[in-house]
């Protein structure tokens, strides 16, 4: 086999470009409509759905919510916030651990976003993944549970460092574990100073009150600076 | 796994690179390349490896070996300006102790090398 003439091309290309690329667009669509979009991240299970079944509740009447649900296999969450009264979207990954902006484009195709002034977009549940995504987002908020221990912020930092908002859920469990709060905040401290810090509980709607506070006051902020900017 | 759509999409830049150089048509072989990872991209070097591995067997350049440059975290820190590794500090900076800290590298995830084999006589 004769060989050919060797040629060593020196690149600085990022892998995540096209994703990049396609959330752009995303952003400069979800601006034009004034519209607030959340990415919702969190492991599995720390209360992503629980906490938007309580928003949409509670926003109803005030604020026009849209959730797009995440999922690997099933439809349930979808489910249970159209249970709530908001429009949901369901998005099955088919195994896939994370979404991706083409997937939002997909899930979008045909939606008025006239008719809302708010989007949620409850990621797949990984500590990891989804993190390397741009979903057009405007803001990224961290649900971090109580079961999963204080050390989730020292392991993953790059998780927390983006996020705008933190949310501790669970917090009615904390007399029941050693979950070190100190630890937990000070860690994302290090990597996140301007980090909105938040305590939950979803299931006694304990802290609620100071989350919906935010999550309104900043899509009503985000849609006069949208006009604003037109 | 998120590493199996990373390795799509370094498929895809080299296709693009090689094919930008040859009018469209892929030749040649691509004995190897190299992609940068930081330790805070949140891609596990050995997954997307492993990924690739599976990926490139469905390519245009099967024998592409993919060589990961493991870029570690490295941090800045905001009270006194020392530069530090972050894997090696135990999360704070080890001149002042806890405070806050900015990281400047260790989100890599780029393509920085292709050896392309063109055997265009
Ligand atoms: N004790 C307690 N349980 C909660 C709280 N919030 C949610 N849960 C429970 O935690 C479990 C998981 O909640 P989900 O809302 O489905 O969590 P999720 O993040 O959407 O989960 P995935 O989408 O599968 O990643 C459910 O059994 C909830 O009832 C809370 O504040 N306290
Ligand atoms: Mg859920
Ligand atoms: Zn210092």
């Given amino acids: ?230 | 796994m998120h590493e199996l759509s990373l390795a799509c999409s370094i498929q895809e830049i080299v296709e693009q690179e090689i094919g930008r150089r040859c009018g469209g048509k892929l030749r040649g072989r691509v004995p190897s390349l190299t992609v940068r990872v930081g330790s805070m991209s949140g891609v596990e070097p050995e997954a997307l490896s492993f990924a690739w591995d599976v990926t490139r067997e469905q390519g245009p350049f099967p024998e592409a070996h993919l060589e990961i440059e493991k870029i570690p975290a490295r941090a800045l820190c905001n009270r006194c300006s020392r530069a530090f590794l972050l894997e090696e500090s135990n999360g704070e900076c080890p001149s002042c102790g806890v405070c806050p800290f900015r990281i400047v590298e260790g989100r890599e995830l780029e393509v920085r090398r292709i050896v392309w084999e063109d055997d265009e006589s």
């Fill in chain 1, 1 to 230: 086999m004769n060989t050919g003439k060797i040629r060593v091309l020196d690149l600085q290309r990022s892998v995540t470009a096209k994703n990049d690329e396609i959330a752009a667009a995303l952003r400069d669509r979800f601006r034009r409509n004034g519209l607030f979009v959340v990415n919702l991240l969190s492991g599995p299970g720390a209360g992503k759905t629980t906490l938007l079944e309580k928003t949409v509740q509670a926003l109803e009447g005030k604020l026009r919510c849209l959730v797009l649900e995440g999922d690997l296999r099933t439809t349930n969450d979808a489910d249970r916030i159209a249970g709530s009264g908001a429009d949901a979207i369901q998005i099955v990954t088919n195994g896939v651990c994370h979404l991706d902006s083409k997937m939002i484009t997909s899930a979008l195709e045909g939606v008025e976003l006239d008719a809302y002034d708010a989007v949620v977009i409850e990621n797949v549940g990984n500590l990891v993944c989804p993190n390397s995504f741009d979903l057009g987002e405007t803001v990224r908020v961290v649900v971090s549970s109580v079961p999963e221990g204080e050390d989730k912020p020292a392991k993953y930092p790059f998780l927390f460092e983006g996020a705008e908002v933190v949310l501790l859920n669970k917090i009615d469990l904390l007399p029941h574990t050693p979950f070190d709060k100190e630890a937990f905040w000070s860690a994302i401290g290090r990597v996140n100073r301007s980090v909105l810090r938040l305590e939950t509980s979803c299931t006694t709607g304990m802290g609620l009150d100071g989350w919906l506070r935010w999550f309104q006051g900043r899509a009503a902020e985000w849609k006069t600076a949208g006009r604003e900017t037109e």
